[in-house]
């Protein structure tokens, strides 16, 4: 069984609480009066009832209104208006100074008697007891002042860093946003711009060797919806990638085991090379780095593959992927040959993100890439990773 439900706490509203905690104490000091000097209206009462009606300007002067009760406890021997008096200053005016000298006041005022004449100073134990209840009198109020000012400055700094963080947390969420649009504009251009340059490659097989008008209007349609999407893509890109860089890896990811239905759709004339270890031969730990390492191998050679449609049309090409025992690194080499001059260009548009995202994935594992054309008029690109990248570091 579910515990009954605590009803909510009713609340004051603002108002009312304000004009309480203004009222009650001037109530309190004129009940005060009223006991300690009865109802007879005299020099003792009207002083006591002086000091009382003080208070209600205690927020606004708290020195002198406590200036103005002094005459209440030294004539009329009232309390409650001195002492809220000086719980005011010490709240509102901290000043040490200013408080040491109000309190020896105020125990001055209780210790002396009215009239003066009736000090007796050889009366030491009646002395000494009230100066030990004088200077209660007067330290009690001024350690609760304090005490309420310290406590609600510590509230209010609460609030500050609960502000802080709230806006620490924020910015770290914007933070994550750009990251991720970061991501997925890396992965944007990898995976849609790759897709789409084979629609649009297969589109203009399509429209070449189509006998049928219809259908080579139709290839030439895709061809040019292909080529308009890769540009929208192009600037979809770059305003994602303005956002900021990332380390994070998308999942499910391609590996090295793909990289050959990836050469198999590419179209392209390309003859692959490889002698890197099975998958699962590495421990735990270093299996998950190289699978970063691998993501980022398969992303290179799609991307080089993607240009190679691009710039360098009916080209021959190599892909090699090798491990380095000596420098313990896996080495990813993309090489063309120069273009077939009777091959068409496709026409597709670039970004100029592609490299600059390999090369930074390359940096963030610990290793190389470099891309330059050959001296037979080809183009090579080649990174080179470390086996076990830093620990930081994710595709």
């Known amino acids: 069984m579910r515990p009954p439900a605590h009803p909510p706490r009713r609340r004051l509203p603002p108002w009312a609480a304000q004009w309480g905690s203004l009222l009650i104490p001037v109530v309190l000091a004129v009940a005060d009066a009223l006991l300690v000097n009865g109802v007879t209206f005299g020099l003792e009462l009207n002083v006591s009832l002086v000091a009382a009606a003080a ?6 002067l708290p020195a002198l209104v406590f200036l103005t009760t002094l005459p209440g406890i030294l004539i009329g021997y009232i309390w409650f208006a001195p002492m809220i008096a000086l719980y005011t200053v010490a709240r509102r005016r901290p000043d040490r100074r200013l408080l040491g000298v109000l309190a020896l ?51 209010a700094r609460i609030e500050d860093l609960t502000r802080s963080r709230r806006h620490a947390d924020e910015l770290i969420a914007e933070q994550v946003l750009s990251t991720e649009r970061a991501r997925l504009a890396r ?4 995976v849609v711009a790759h897709q789409v340059s084979l629609i649009s490659l297969q589109a203009g097989a399509v429209q070449i060797s189509a006998e049928d ?4 209007e139709g290839a030439r349609t895709i061809r040019e919806l292909s080529v308009r999407t890769l540009d929208e893509l192009r600037h979809m890109v770059g305003i994602l990638r303005a956002a900021g860089g990332d380390l994070e890896d998308l999942t499910p990811q391609p590996r090295l085991a793909d990289l050959p239905r990836l050469i198999e759709l590419s179209a392209l004339d390309v003859a692959y090379e490889t002698d890197t270890a099975a998958e699962g031969e590495t421990g735990e730990e270093e299996g998950r780095t190289a699978e970063a390492v691998e993501r980022a191998a398969f992303r290179i050679v799609q991307e080089a593959l993607t240009n ?23 080495r990813v080499e993309v090489r063309n040959g120069p273009p ?56």
């Open 340 to 395: 077939d001059a009777s091959a068409a260009p496709p026409g597709l548009p670039g970004g100029g993100h592609g490299l600059v995202g390999l090369r930074e994935r390359a940096q963030l594992l610990g290793g190389t890439l470099k891309a330059e054309p050959t001296d037979d008029g080809g183009f090579v690109v080649r990174a080179d990773f470390p086996k076990a990248p830093p620990r930081a570091s994710r595709s």
């Open 187 to 190: 992965e944007m251009h990898d």
């Open 105 to 155: 006041l105020l125990a001055a005022a209780h210790f002396i008697p009215w009239p003066v004449s009736d000090f007796e100073p050889t009366a030491y134990r009646d002395n000494t007891l009230v100066m030990i209840d004088a200077c209660v009198t007067s330290v009690g109020p001024i350690a609760l002042g304090l005490l309420v000012r310290t406590r609600s400055e510590l509230a």
């Open 213 to 216: 008008a219809k259908a080579r």
């Open 55 to 60: 208070l209600l300007l205690r927020r606004r």
């Open 308 to 330: 190679v449609r691009k710039h360098a049309p009916g080209a021959r090409v190599t892909v090699r992927v090798r491990d380095l025992e000596e420098s313990r690194e896996l």
